[in-house]
């Protein structure tokens, strides 16, 4: 039987075997029993797998284990392996499952993707990085300021090159793959080869082993399909229901909005839920992410950003809410259901009006099942559902507490001039504003605003030397600048001197353009 082949077999060393015999990894999936003797060999790969299909060891073991062949002292900003990846979500995930094996092997590894401030990922690379896992935007940032270099590169993957191309980056993955020494080994995995990925495999792969695991439609023998059909005043209340089972479930939308509405409506109505879409913040994604795979959330109502980067085990259940616009997001969706040989249910909700649609798209896909008309307590949906949970009290989830303290401040900050960062410092003290006026921050600000020094009399306690600087900006500078320059110079070391000595900088100048 295929699955009983051991990795070891394959030849992967023991030590990274035992890494996932630990892990309760035993035996090899189809594409990875396919490929490993190929890629520890150093050839090329294609890879053709349905997502879920296990081809994130299949590219990390070799991977790791010839890095680990052949030891080489570190290089800052110079990494030994690359592997791209088209969504933060799923470029997050191969870093879970490469970092143990690249610890056992004594690598390092970092992750590059956009969102969040770079810093950590520069310094990252500046300590010397073997293993880079990243989203190519980023990425392709980073190797313009020479913060990533690729010309020491040995092993390039790149994963989900159809996704890539749907999303429009293969552009800039040729770009960044240009950079990469000649004749290195390349792994390439992608469910279909359209939209240009065939491009890519012709330009950078060299005789490549090419494995097919599963045929580009998706395999449904280990998936459940329905397409329930309701009307439309009936549909809000058959995502209710299909919501409230005990394991989880992904419900996928069209838009942002939408996504995040439904989210806190399943929750009111005792479901815990979280949201995920291009929206929110890294940090809201990864707690999301978080909440879901621990289980405090048992529903996930994402937009397809999480169509192929959300990989949690156990889900019972993904529902269409919204039917996707094409065959392939319908596969890459319902892909998060039925992950590594277990079994899995996939809803279409279909009003009347979508019934040629939703047809096409089922065809399109491989899919023949019969249109289920049904009402919301039907048998058929209430066997979908299964054993009920027990409503859960709602709770406002604590980003949602946290953003009106949060935008109060922003609000303030930004009528003072909107500078984003800057201008929530002095809202953070919104209520010794007045005292602020006396200081130098204040000082500050009126320096970045130019000729905003007619706020300076508000301090009245110096009297008629603080009227000077006003009258300066209101360009009765020609009169006296250099008897009043050195006086405010003197009196201010430096806070406000900027913002007045242009004043005469300026008016001297043009006389000596007339000179």
Known sequence: MAMSVTFSALGVPEYLAKVLADSGIESAFPIQEATLPSTLAGGDVLGRGQTGSGKTLAFSLPLVARL??????????????????????????????????????????????????QSRQEKAMNEGVDIVIACPGRLDDLIKQKIVDLSQLEISVLDEADHMADMGFLPVVRRIMDRMPTGIQHMLFSATLDNGVDKVVKRYLSNPTIHSVDAPKAAVNTMEHHVFVIPNDDKKELIRVLAQGTGRRIMFMRTKHHAKKMAVTLSKAGVPAVDLHGNLSQNARDRNLAAFAEGTAKVLVATDVAARGVHVDGVELV???????????????????????????????????????????????????????????????????????????????????????????????????????????????????????????????????????????????????????????????????????????????????????????RATSPAGRGN
């Open 319 to 505: 529902v269409h809410i919204d039917p996707p616009a094409e065959h392939k997001a319908y596969l890459h969706r319902s892909g998060r259901t039925a992950r590594a040989g277990s079994d899995g249910t996939v809803v279409t909700i279909c009003t009347p009006d979508q019934q040629g649609d939703v047809a096409s798209l089922m065809k399109q896909a491989g899919i023949k099942v019969p249109f289920e008309k049904v009402a919301v307590d039907s048998p058929a949906v209430m066997k979908v559902v299964g054993e009920v949970a027990e409503p859960v009290a709602y709770v406002a989830p604590v980003q949602q507490k946290r953003n009106p303290a949060k935008s109060k401040p922003a609000g303030e900050g930004s009528g003072r001039g909107g500078r984003g960062g800057r201008g929530q410092r002095p809202a953070r003290g919104a209520k010794p504003a007045a005292e602020a006026q006396g200081r130098g921050g204040e000082r500050r600000r009126a320096d970045r605003d130019g000729a905003s020094q007619g706020e300076r009399p508000a301090r009245g306690a110096r009297g008629a030397n603080t009227e000077r600087p006003a009258r300066v900006a209101n360009a009765e500078r020609p009169s006296s600048p250099s008897a009043r320059s050195p006086r405010t110079g003197g009196r201010n070391a430096g806070g406000a001197t900027g913002g007045r000595s242009r004043g005469p900088r």
């Open 68 to 117: 680990a062949e052949r030891p080489q002292r570190r290089k800052a900003r110079f990494p030994r392996a690359l592997i791209m990846a088209p969504t933060r979500e799923l470029a997050t995930q191969i870093a879970k499952t490469v970092e143990p094996l690249a610890k056992a092997a004594g690598l390092r590894t970092t992750v590059i993707y956009g969102g969040v401030a």
